[in-house]
């Protein structure tokens, strides 16, 4: 079935009174509505509507509007092909708007067809609780290496408000409560928010939950965030060897980068067509020849090598080699051809 033929099946569906024209644009996200719950005046607060386009055409977002001042909609990728995800952010503005607060986002879609999508986001800001700053941001972390943010925490009501806890899902989180001053209706804490050197490599997005004396309204959140990433890096991460006949041989090279010198301990690739030369000394830029060498199976290979270290925790970078082996059969029956003329 062409493309022509398709669209028009799909316009016919899209058109027909029983099938809202919306629909379609609907199932592309996978929540329509939030609620942030409890958040503190200043905080950083934002949630991200994740969408993917199932479509064969091509889907392309015009615009994004809230009906309150109190959400700023905007859009993370406005032009998704077949498969591809995107995400319509809304930001809840905790400095210029307090209470309960809730708005309504219009997504508006104009390719392959005119659709409106309405996202639903609420939540209570309070007043009397003000973080500073209103996010923990850790930033970018090597990995393995713990750190620290503080945060300092004033509430504006009663003398004898207090915070029972602090809770987290993140077993890498861990925080330390200390009350600063206490009177004249302000309480004051500080924070200190630690991220453990075991924490995942990759971003973080979490928060954590203050909980309070406050019958009312116990809970409050801050949200949390960084990126932990590796202090060693290989460079391709992909690496081409290249389209090769059996037996054929290639050699391309490696670069193992660290922040600290180190030493390449082994090199290793489940695959036995490979060889690898490193040296002992340590260094902080690593050059490691690769020699690969076709064996007879046609088709593609995929092999993933592993460079071990000394450092902290044995780590280790990895790539993927890939390479297309040609058919043998065809230089065969040459080979064999030519030593029939040579015969006669």
């Known amino acids: 079935m062409n493309r022509s033929l398709i669209a028009a099946l799909l316009l016919i569906v899209f058109c027909t009174p029983a099938v809202p024209a919306q629909e379609w644009a609907k199932k592309m996200f996978k929540s329509y509505s939030h609620d942030f719950g409890t958040v503190a005046r200043g905080s950083k607060t934002v949630y991200e509507f994740e969408l993917e386009n199932i479509y064969e055409e091509d889907v392309h977002i015009a615009g994004v509007r809230a009906s309150c001042g109190c959400t700023l909609p905007s859009i993370k990728n406005d032009t998704l092909k077949t498969w591809e995800k995107g995400a319509i952010i809304a930001e809840f503005n905790t400095r210029s708007f307090l209470g309960q607060r809730s708005a309504t986002i219009t997504v508006t879609i104009d390719k392959p067809f005119f659709a409106e999508v309405q996202l639903n986001v609420k939540g209570y800001i309070r007043s009397d609780v003000v973080f500073s700053p ?105 690496l081409f060897l290249g389209v090769l006949k059996p037996g054929e041989k290639v050699t391309k090279q490696l670069v193992v980068k660290g922040k600290q010198p180190f030493k390449v301990l082994a090199v290793k690739c489940a695959d036995n067509c490979f060889e690898f030369k490193t040296t002992t000394e340590s260094k902080t830029l690593h050059l490691i020849p690769v020699t690969f060498t076709a064996g007879d199976a046609p088709g593609k290979l995929v092999q993933t090598i592993q460079i071990e270290t000394d450092l902290a ?13 040609k058919e043998a059969i065809a230089n065969q029956a040459s080979d064999g051809a030519t030593a029939a003329v040579i015969r006669n």
């Open 134 to 238: 209103g996010t923990i941001n850790f930033g970018e972390v090597d990995f393995g290496s713990p750190t620290e943010q503080k945060v300092d925490l004033t509430y504006a009501g009663r003398d004898s408000w207090k915070i029972l806890d602090v809770r987290s899902a993140n077993p890498n989180l861990e925080v330390e409560l200390n009350e600063k001053a206490r009177g004249n209706g302000r309480v004051q804490y500080e924070m200190l928010v630690r991220l453990k050197g075991d924490a995942a490599q990759g971003y973080l997005e979490d928060q954590l939950t203050i909980v309070t004396d406050d019958a009312r309204l116990k809970n409050v959140t801050l949200p949390v965030e960084g990126r932990i990433v590796s202090p060693l890096t290989v460079s391709p991460g992909s």
């Open 313 to 325: 925790k044995g780590l280790s970078a990895s790539c993927t080699a890939t390479a297309t082996i």
